[in-house]
């Protein structure tokens, strides 16, 4: 899996918009940017994915750079419940006899200040 | 709807014994199912995968063993614990025809003593 450069830890104003970072500038053209993230105690939770074009859902919203080198995941109004670290993952759509693994880094610790 | 439990939840064991962590996935037929790890302050490793019963590929050498018995069913094992097994260890699984999502149990926190 390429590799992805994430702040180590960010703060944000509850209500607001938070906007977390990632660089992946070895994608390749196959490669889809994941976001997973991680409440404290608890497992990993899917929020969004996308390939080139721009991607929101009921979560958030993912802003892909036209050279596909970096990304952004967009919290719209970021809540308390939203404090947990953001991991932001490169990998193909599919793999070799649908194993899905995901390469997990130390990804963006988010706090919500109330 | 799918669900995926895991148990025990918290596990205090002394070097040397044997674990057995076992994961199993509700609502759902031939998934694909990964074990990972993940040390205090550190990110998830990926341990082991099976995309199918018997079937066990492992990512890293360790102390540390996995099996599916049935379809839907995941145990992690060892015979003899290290200190540096501590961790919180995580059952994921995904269906076979999606690339996408990957589910996550709530997680077992080993300390081993």
């Known amino acids: 899996d390429a590799k992805t450069t994430q702040p180590t830890s960010m703060d944000c104003a509850e209500g607001r918009a938070a906007n977390l970072p990632c660089n992946h500038s070895?994608?390749?053209?196959?490669?889809?940017v994941y976001w997973y993230r991680q409440i404290h105690s608890q497992g990993p939770q899917y929020i969004i994915h996308g390939l080139k074009n721009n991607e929101t859902n009921e979560m958030a919203s993912l802003i892909i750079t036209e050279d596909r080198k970096s990304s952004t995941l967009i919290l719209p109004h970021a809540t308390l419940r939203d404090t947990a670290v953001y991991y932001c993952i490169v990998r193909p759509s599919r793999l070799n006899f649908g194993n899905e693994k995901l390469t997990f880094g130390t990804g963006t610790r988010l706090t919500i200040i109330p | 709807s799918q669900t995926i439990h895991q148990w025990p939840a918290t596990l205090v064991q002394p070097v040397g014994s044997p674990l057995s962590l076992e994961c199993t996935v509700e609502g759902t037929s031939n998934p694909n199912l990964y074990w990972y790890r993940q040390a205090a302050g550190r990110g998830l490793q990926l341990l082991f995968y099976?995309?199918?019963?018997?079937?066990i590929s492992s990512e890293v050498p360790q102390n540390l063993s996995a099996s599916r018995p049935q379809d839907r069913q995941f145990i992690l094992s060892s015979k003899k614990l290290l200190l540096s097994d501590s961790g919180f260890y995580l059952c994921?699984?995904?269906?076979?025809?999606?690339?996408?999502?990957?589910?996550f149990g709530p997680g077992t926190r080993l300390t081993v003593t």
């Open positions: 070895t994608i390749s053209g196959n490669e889809y």
């Open positions: 994921a699984w995904n269906p076979r025809d999606s690339s996408y999502e990957q589910y």
């Open positions: 099976s995309v199918g019963i018997g079937q």
